[in-house]
């Protein structure tokens, strides 16, 4: 029966994936309510109990086990573009252009000082050579900037590792406090939405903590900042690269 039961899971791997997550939520509202008292969102402590799943299963995460396989297919880049895309669709227009050149400018700010950011970490790490400097900071802007930064220039897979580290911390960072300050910053409307998706850039973190906040504003913030890891993507390794090798190369 265990065998029959193990391969009906494995053979219908996404659907077991999408059970799963269903009950890691369902366990981290939980704690997030009754243990927490609410102080840190439900979403924030799944993201970490996700991160330990992924930690303790190996190269491929959770999925590196049969069992877990369609994790692999549930957490890939398709259904994960599909998903910001869709969460996209709910925006409105007419607040989208009301915000535009705000949102605009947000990006850019955005990117500029997460980098910089990034790069003064850098330094005061240690790393002084400017394909280093630059990939750590791309990293600082999202998880996805850093790794495409880092092999678009060459950084080794230390470097890349240390990106990928500062963009998740800065997830977990902004899912975590976005509805402990959303009252202090505003955070009540579509405009203040995608000025802070186009400061802070990270997708998943600024959905999440906008869920956390008012589930209205998570198509906002997330429509500026699937947008903050393109516009990331092009200029950390490209412009800002070359600034860095000006300033310090």
């Not at 240390?162 to 409307?189: E, F, H, M, Q, Y």
């Not at 959905?207 to 947008?227: E, I, Q, R, W």
Request: hydrophobic share 55%.
């Amino acid at each position: 029966m265990k065998a029959i039961l193990s391969d009906l899971l494995i053979k219908n791997g996404l659907i077991f994936a999408f059970l799963v997550v269903g009950l890691i939520l369902l366990v981290s509202f939980w704690i997030a309510r009754r243990v927490l008292g609410g102080l840190i969102p439900g979403v924030a402590v799944a993201i970490i109990i996700g991160l330990v799943l992924a930690f303790l299963g190996g190269e491929r995460g959770i999925a590196s086990f049969p069992l877990f396989s369609g994790m692999a297919l549930l957490g890939g880049s398709m259904l994960r573009d599909f998903a910001v895309v869709a969460t996209a669709t709910g925006a409105d227009p007419a607040q989208m252009k009301h915000a535009g050149p705000a949102g605009t400018i947000a990006l850019f700010i955005g990117v500029v000082l997460a980098f910089v950011i990034g790069v003064a970490l850098a330094l005061a790490m240690g790393y002084t050579d400017p394909v280093s400097l630059t990939t750590i900071g791309a990293g600082v802007c999202t998880y996805i900037v850093g790794p495409v930064t880092g092999t678009a220039l060459g950084a080794t897979s230390e470097v890349m590792a240390i990106s990928i580290a500062a963009g998740v911390v800065k997830t977990i960072a902004t899912t975590v406090l976005t509805p402990l300050l959303a009252r202090r910053l505003g955070l009540d409307n579509p405009h203040s939405a995608v000025v802070f998706g186009g400061l802070l850039g990270t997708t998943s973190g600024v959905a999440a903590g906008l869920a956390a906040t008012d589930p209205k504003l998570v198509p906002y913030g997330a429509l500026t900042a699937t947008f903050y890891t393109g516009l990331g993507c092009l200029l950390c390794p490209s412009v800002l690269h070359v600034i860095v090798l000006a300033l310090l190369g």
